[in-house]
């Protein structure tokens, strides 16, 4: 004798609610959402911090390389303005210096307090 197929076992039913209810419920939703939000904003904050630390890398090159010149230069010539790039390179890689704490700062600041969930 052949099954109504409009009759369903009311376990069926049962696990079937069970299981949208702990994976569509509003609560996890909701949480769920607010765990991928921050998710999103801590690999923002990483990626802001690893820029500032290429930005840093690089200024670092450039001034390395002018007090570099510029110290052959001096050496070579004695003149005093060679003197001064050295010191602008320095004051360059200062700036940059500060400008990745700032960075790194911030991100800390944004991600410790977003909500987490």
Known sequence: MPTDPAHVNPQIVDVINQ?????????VVL????GK?????????AIAVQDAADALRNVSTIATTAAGVAMAQYLATGLPKYKDV???????????TEDFKAIGEAA?????NFPSG
């Open 19 to 27: 299981v949208q209810l702990a994976t569509m419920g509003p609560q």
């Open 31 to 34: 949480t769920s959402g607010a």
């Open 37 to 45: 939000a921050y998710q999103s904003v801590a690999q923002s904050s």
């Open 86 to 96: 050295i010191q602008e390179a320095q004051t360059m890689v200062t700036g940059a």
């Open 108 to 112: 800390s600041s944004v991600l410790k």
